[in-house]
């Protein structure tokens, strides 16, 4: 069982920067690849970005790439989700996830991770 645990949300303006972070707790995180997801009221969660287990390899989607990074340190039992050039169409409740094993490929649906954060609110303002 692993605990997630997202810190770092706020209110912004349109061009500026957040970090968030993925606080984990329990079995050992580096035996998780993470994933971060965002949702919109009314809106499907969507997939934002994912990490492997060693970090090796990520991937963002299509609407973020260039500008949000994913990153993970397994000494601190922390992901991360820089976030660059924040736009309106960004706001939403951010979420990071954890899925059990080390493969080598990125996951990008929600249905495959297994645990969870309570999210943190993103809001940009134009």
């Known amino acids: 069982q692993v605990q997630l645990v997202e810190s770092g949300g706020g209110l912004v303006q349109a061009g500026g920067s957040l970090r968030l972070s993925c606080a984990a707790s329990?079995?050992?995180?580096?035996?998780?690849?993470m994933g971060w997801f965002r949702q919109a009221p009314g809106k499907e969660r969507e997939f934002v970005a994912a990490?492997?287990?060693?970090?090796?390899?990520?991937y963002c989607a299509d609407s973020v790439k260039g500008r949000f990074t994913i990153s993970r340190d397994n000494a601190k039992n922390t992901g991360y989700l820089q976030m660059n050039s924040l736009r309106p169409e960004d706001t939403a409740v951010y979420y990071c996830?954890?899925?059990?094993?080390?493969?080598?490929?990125?996951?990008?649906?929600?249905?495959?991770?297994?645990?969870w954060g309570q999210g943190t609110q993103v809001t940009v303002s134009a």
């Open positions: 996830a954890a899925k059990r094993g080390r493969g080598v490929v990125v996951i990008t649906t929600r249905f495959a991770y297994d645990y």
């Open positions: 990490i492997t287990w060693s970090g090796s390899t990520t």
């Open positions: 329990g079995r050992t995180f580096s035996n998780y690849a």
